[in-house]
């Protein structure tokens, strides 16, 4: 299984912060990353496919790059409803797997 | 705008079966280039997707899962249905339906995940 590892684990901004999650994977798995964001209590939700590619209705504070094993998801401008835990997931090969996951908490 | 209902049992005895029903509106489960999902979280931890099927049934099970599993469609109530059989305290979670996208890998059940239902909490307990 192709494992995902997530840095940092947790960490804490102010609004209006700019934030960078990385995503690194045990091998190769091309551009077939997504990120989701999910806020307490509630399901996941799309932010980003392909590394890169920004879900329809996801702000353009939002965004995601990287290839191959080494992936970002950079917010900017923190927004208070951006707090909240940000998992990535690799579709590139079977079984399809997930980060542990990265809170972002307010400062 | 499409969206999914997760529906069933908030309680299972252990070594009982957990049954779970999706109910999709908005759009087909037919839809050529689409499949579904369950994806589920433990209380406190992270996503862990299980299962996958095909618009036309194909099926894939997370191997460590595979023998207690079954995925299927139910087209004519536009529904996908997931059993877990022989259950423990360990397959206590929140289990998320999803739809699939695969048009960017070619490759089902290689996939990113969007939309996903709200997610319904299964208690395996005595």
């Known amino acids: 299984d192709i494992q995902l590892t997530q840095s940092p684990s947790s960490l804490s901004a102010f609004l209006g912060d700019r934030v960078s999650i990385t995503c690194r994977a045990s091998e190769d798995i091309s551009i077939f990353l997504a990120w989701f964001q999910q806020r307490p209590g509630k399901a996941p939700q799309s932010l980003i496919y392909?590394?890169?590619s920004l879900q329809s209705g996801v702000p353009s504070r939002f965004s995601g790059g990287g290839s191959g094993t080494n992936f970002t998801l950079t917010i900017n401008n923190m927004q208070p409803e951006d707090f909240a835990t940000y998992h990535c997931?690799?579709?590139?090969?079977?079984?399809?797997?997930f980060g542990g996951g990265t809170r972002v908490e307010i400062k | 705008q499409m969206q999914l209902q997760e529906s069933g049992p908030g309680l299972v005895k252990p070594s009982e079966t957990l049954s779970l029903t999706c109910t999709v509106s908005?759009?087909?489960?037919?839809?050529?280039?689409?499949?579904w999902a369950w994806i589920r979280q433990p209380p406190g931890k992270g996503l862990e997707w299980i299962a996958s099927?095909?618009?036309?049934?194909?099926?894939t099970y997370r191997p460590s899962l595979k023998n207690r599993l079954t995925i299927s469609l139910d087209t004519s109530k536009n529904q996908i249905s997931l059993k877990l059989s022989f259950t423990a305290a360990a397959d206590t979670a929140v289990y998320y339906c999803?739809?699939?996208?695969?048009?960017?890998?070619?490759?089902?059940?290689?996939?990113?995940?969007?939309?996903w239902g709200q997610g319904t909490l299964v208690t395996v307990s005595s």
């Open positions: 999803v739809r699939g996208h695969y048009e960017t890998t070619g490759y089902y059940p290689l996939g990113h995940f969007d939309p």
């Open positions: 099927i095909s618009s036309i049934g194909r099926t």
């Open positions: 392909d590394a890169s």
């Open positions: 997931q690799q579709y590139n090969s079977y079984p399809l797997t």
């Open positions: 908005g759009g087909s489960i037919s839809s050529r280039n689409d499949f």
